[in-house]
């Protein structure tokens, strides 16, 4: 075992996504602490290595069937890079590629796993900090010295310091050959104005304070900026300025996203009802003694025109 | 001697039609030979396909869906109709004659059980006893609207209807400013053991009304305890709405603390635990002396009166009449007497009232179709009651059912009356006109 | 296409979760257990298919507190059989858990196995790819759609931003699933008394052994403070926004 961290970075139509760049961050800081090397594992797309400049070394396997992701050959070529760098921990997306990747690697290759982890810390033992429970509680646990998998949360660090200029070494693994059991077909891209909001990880959610139909833009312009989706409570879907599959409540559909923010909503119970599963609530507000303070993790009284115009135009910025 | 003629019908087609006359006929010396004693036999005016009709009609229980004879006395009193639902007994009857299969049918479920077609309908065709047979076996065949069946597994797995801890159903108590004792852990002999219900104990409004009646009775002395987690729902719109599985599993348990906490009545805070427990709970070994809140406290109206100290400011208070309290039950008065012992109330009627009053949408499941209702009508009963309600001038809409509050301050915002109209539990006009 | 189902008994979240004395292990006292959510969308999963071309469903569970009602409830909405495995006492984390199912398929006979994509308290990993691991069969997770084939299925895993990639998997096989074709049916409680009264458990002795390769070493809640926090400024807010990964 080296003292290696292995970031398996995760990629599709041509460029990473964004846990990439957070993990490589995290990986380095990580890899500072055990004295090794950040490695990434680039499976597929070897084209893209020069996007990883952050990085310590790049290890790729290219080859037939890798192009697209597939959790056999995936899981295969990952178990090759794995055997070649022997690292003491691999880091992988909590993701839907990543699941299947983490818990067939931890099995296959006898290797301790803690998913779902917020941060990872390394000393004679690597330790990690699951966020399980749905949210409700942290779980920190002790992977004994290693060599360990951990399976990363999105969002959990800042993707920017995984970005950098450098020229990483790029070795290069062989694909191994697999039983094809099973085979990728196509990719099928999501109609477009079919929005589930139940499917979301934003939604930025209108209530009656929102006043007149036309003023939902303000709204929808936030929303595009945060690529969110629009929800809302039941009295703007009764105005039928939203359609039905838009509204969150009781009588509508109950949603988990990872950031809720109820733009002029009350928080009448029969809302709540559908919205209280998010992971973080923000309320925007003119009345600072509306209930929907009593579930928010955030709240801010003030005209929700002005916060959404000011934090629009923020973000258009940066 | 029967004959044929062809009759062309007005529809164009030509139909059969069979007569039967006698060759000689004298009658009280008067001959009415051949044509003159022509009588038709009756054409068969009903070529319909029955098979729905009869399959809910087998249902025991639905039996008198095939009773009606199409008077229409039930059209102006449907609730559902008048909010432009398209509905109505005398409708769903030709629907099925026409074919429709109830069971998979939107007309399951629009009807709330209020039972203002019953008192109208001179062949007693009874909805209230059709509708929850019908709707059991569409339920058991898996044809439940979506917002019904997340109800039914709240219900199942929580004792309640929102999904929330069954822990919980005691938080309110150990917030309240109100003595309260919680019998579970403080078990011992009481007077009234109050069924407090879910909207009580877990809506935010109904907690308000929760503590007003904890306060009423702690100054009316009251010797009461609650059941705090140990309560379950009452189980009586489960039973309406076709689960009655889930309806037994409850009155079974709540049947079981009633009988372990020595008390001389039950009172509930809700017609539909009043319906229940009154009406439903004896079939399922459960006899117990129980009395709507309202009609425990008109009972004790001299000593209220003297505690009400307070002025209602002369605001015109007008009173909705739940359906399970009034027409199921009879109980139109004490709810009256309460408001008429408020100092400074003016009490007026609305024009559908008592026995004739307007259903709020919420019975019968009602409460759980909210969405799918919506969709069907061209306004919620609910909406259309709050507007009647502003139409006779009233500036506060009193009301004594627990599913009420929610459904008519959500109603007064979405017909626009926000600031015209304040809806307020009678036990939470009493409190405020306590002084303290 | 004969079908088993991997049932797990998860700590209900409508319930506050406590900590017990030790740190490292909930509180049992008010622990109320639940099917987890996504292993009833792989029961649905497995019945629509049954009613899409035949075969048999078998729901498995390890023995837990109320796991008998889920069993027969399992069976009122339409599962052929109910598989309990007994004897293995409190299983840590999902590896143990995977070993423990793996094993108790060895009696099965099964062309698909399906359970949910994730649970809760999925410490050191999800139960799907970790069972397929061990029995060396392959494994997708994250799966919306199911459709049988000739000793295959074609399936459709979810992408982040709604995109779906579709494979196609040669059976025996273990799918996580995220979604039914549609949302799980309910069982009237009538119907599960009737069951509960008429038909019975098949039960197998677990057999497993702690192969748990981590330890907790302290279970925290996430610091909240009460209500919510208000923050005066749109710069507070997109500072929120920041620490919680969404711009
Ligand atoms: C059986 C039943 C089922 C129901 N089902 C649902 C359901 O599924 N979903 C649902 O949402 N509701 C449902 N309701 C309705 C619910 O009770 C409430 O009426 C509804 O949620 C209120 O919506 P709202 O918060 O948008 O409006 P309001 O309660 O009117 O709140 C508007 C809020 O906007 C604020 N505001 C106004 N102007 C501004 C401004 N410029 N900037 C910032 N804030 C401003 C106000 O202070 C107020 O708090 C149901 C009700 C019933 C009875
Ligand atoms: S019971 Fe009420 S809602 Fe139902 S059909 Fe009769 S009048 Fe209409
Ligand atoms: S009142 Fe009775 S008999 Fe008359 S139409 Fe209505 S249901 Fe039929």
Redesign the interface.
């Known amino acids: 075992m080296s003292q290696d961290v292995l970031v398996v970075a995760e990629h ?1 139509q041509g460029k990473f ?1 964004d846990i990439t760049f ?1 993990m490589l961050g995290a990986g380095k800081a990580l890899a500072a602490q055990t004295g090794g090397a950040c490695v990434v594992a680039l499976i597929g797309g070897s084209d893209l290595a020069s996007q990883l400049g952050a990085a310590d070394k790049v290890v790729t396997v290219d080859g037939e069937g890798l192009e ?5 050959s995936h899981s295969a070529a990952l178990a090759a890079i794995v055997e070649s760098t022997s690292p003491r921990v691999v880091m992988i997306g909590y ?3 990543g ?2 990747l ?3 690697l ?3 290759a ?7 982890c917020l941060e990872v810390q390394a000393g004679d033992t690597v ?1 990690a900090v ?15 010295a290693g060599p ?2 951990v ?1 990363m949360l ?3 660090s ?1 993707a920017d310091a995984g970005k950098g200029d450098g020229a990483p070494a790029t070795e290069t693994v062989a694909a191994p050959a697999t ?12 109609e477009a104005g079919d929005v ?1 909001i139940t ?1 979301q ?2 939604l930025v959610a209108i209530g ?1 304070g929102i006043g007149t139909k036309d003023d939902i833009e303000v709204a929808e312009e936030l929303a595009e900026e ?2 969110a989706a629009i929800a809302a409570s039941r ?1 703007i879907v ?1 105005s039928g300025w939203l359609p ?1 599959n838009r ?1 969150v409540g ?3 559909v109950k949603v988990t996203p ?2 809720y923010i109820a733009l002029g909503i009350s928080g ?3 809302h709540i ?1 559908g919205m209280k599963g998010a ?2 609530i ?2 925007i507000n003119t009345d600072k003694n509306a ?1 929907i ?2 579930v ?6 003030e005209d929700l025109f002005d ?1 959404c115009e ?2 629009t135009e ?2 258009q910025d ?1 | 001697m029967t004959e044929r003629y062809n009759l062309t019908v007005n529809t164009g087609r030509e139909k059969d039609q069979s007569f039967v006359e006698k060759e000689s006929a004298v009658i009280e010396g008067i001959d009415v030979s051949g044509r003159w004693n022509r009588m038709f036999v009756p054409r068969e005016i009903q070529d319909y396909d029955l098979t729905n009709m009869h399959k809910l009609t087998a249902i025991p229980g639905a039996e008198s869906m095939g009773w009606c004879y199409q008077c229409a006395q039930c059209m102006p009193a449907c609730p559902v109709d008048t909010a432009g639902g398209d509905y109505g007994p005398r409708k769903i009857f030709r629907r099925l004659e026409l074919g429709m299969d109830l069971l998979d049918s939107r007309d399951l479920w629009l009807c709330t059980t209020c039972a203002n077609c019953l008192r109208v309908c001179p062949k007693e065709v009874d909805m209230i006893k059709i509708m929850p047979v019908a709707r059991a076996a569409a339920v058991l065949e898996g044809n439940v609207p979506a917002e019904l069946l997340e109800m039914f597994q709240n219900v199942a797995e929580y004792g309640n209807p929102m999904g929330q801890s069954a822990r919980k159903r005691a938080a309110w108590i150990r917030k309240s400013d109100a003595e309260i004792r919680v019998l579970p852990k403080d078990p011992g002999p009481v007077d009234v053991l109050w069924f407090v219900g879910d909207f009580y104990a877990y809506h935010g409004r109904g907690v308000d009304a929760a503590n007003a009646m904890a306060r009423v009775f702690n100054a009316l002395d009251v010797d009461f305890g609650v059941l705090g987690a140990d309560e379950r729902t009452d189980g009586d719109s489960q039973r309406l709405a076709g689960e009655p599985g889930l309806y037994e599993e409850l009155a079974e348990h709540n049947i079981e603390q009633f009988k372990q906490h020595e008390h001389e009545r039950i009172v509930v805070s809700g017609p539909h635990a009043y319906n229940a427990i009154k009406n439903e709970y004896p079939a399922m070994g459960g006899e117990f002396e129980v009395e709507h809140y309202t009609q425990f406290l008109a009972d004790q109206i001299d000593e209220l009166k003297p505690l009400l100290t307070g002025s209602f400011g002369n605001r015109k208070v007008t009173f909705h009449d739940p359906c399970y309290l009034g027409r199921h039950n009879g109980e139109y008065d004490a709810p009256r007497d309460l408001l008429e012992a408020v100092p400074d109330l003016d009490l007026i009627e609305m024009y559908r009232c008592k026995e004739q009053g307007y259903c709020c949408g919420g019975g019968g499941g009602g409460m759980w179709l909210d969405g799918f209702a919506a969709e069907q009508q061209s306004e919620r009963l609910s909406e259309n009651r709050v507007k009647e309600a502003v139409m006779v001038g009233a500036d506060v809409l009193a009301v004594c059912c627990p599913y009420e509050v929610s459904r008519f301050e959500d109603a007064v915002k979405s017909t626009n009356n926000d600031g015209k109209l304040e809806v307020l539990d009678i036990i939470e006009i009493l409190d405020q006109c306590m002084g303290a | 296409m004969n079908t088993v189902v991997l049932l797990k008994r998860v700590p209900d979240l409508v319930e506050d979760l406590e900590v017990d004395s030790s740190g490292t292990a909930l509180d049992s006292e008010h622990l109320k257990l639940t099917l987890n959510e996504f292993d009833d969308h792989a029961l649905e999963q497995a019945l629509l298919l049954k009613e899409g071309g035949g075969g048999e469903v078998t729901a498995v569970a390890l023995d837990s507190e109320d796991v008998d009602k889920m069993l027969f409830t399992a069976l009122a909405k339409g599962a052929d059989r109910a598989l309990k495995i007994t004897g293995t006492g409190a299983v840590n984390g999902t590896s143990e858990l995977a070993e423990v199912f793996a094993q108790a398929l060895g009696s099965v006979n099964y062309d698909l196995v399906l359970t949910g994509v994730q649970a809760s308290d999925d410490i050191d990993g999800q139960l799907a790819p970790t069972v397929a691991a061990k029995l060396s069969v392959p494994c997708i997770e994250v799966i919306t759609g199911v459709e049988a084939g000739d000793g295959s299925v074609t399936v459709h895993k979810e992408y982040a931003g709604g995109v779906l990639a579709e494979f196609e998997m040669t059976l025996p096989g273990v799918l996580g699933i995220q979604a039914a074709a549609q949302s799980p049916r309910y069982a009237p409680v009538s119907k599960v008394r009737q069951i509960q009264d008429s038909a019975t458990l098949d039960e197998v002795a677990g057999a497993g052994g702690d192969n748990g390769k981590f330890s907790i070493v302290v279970m925290t809640p996430p610091e909240t403070g009460e209500g919510a926090q208000m923050l005066e400024s749109v710069e507070e807010l997109i500072a929120v926004l920041d620490s919680k990964g969404v711009i």
């Open positions: 599709g996504d957070e697209n992701f597939n959790p056999e993701t839907s590629m699941m299947d983490a818990s067939a931890s099995v296959k006898d290797m301790a796993l803690a998913a779902s330790t699951s966020q399980l429970y749905g949210g409700k509680l942290n779980v920190k646990t002790d992977l004994g360990c998998v399976s999105a969002g959990s800042p039983d094809g059991k099973v085979r990728f077909v196509r990719l099928i891209e999501p589930d499917a990880d934003i009656r945060l690529d009295p009764d039905k509204q009781k009588s509508g990872k950031v009448a119970p029969e009802e992971a973080t923000i309320a209930p303070f009593n928010a993790h955030y709240g801010m009284v916060v000011e934090l923020e973000l940066r």
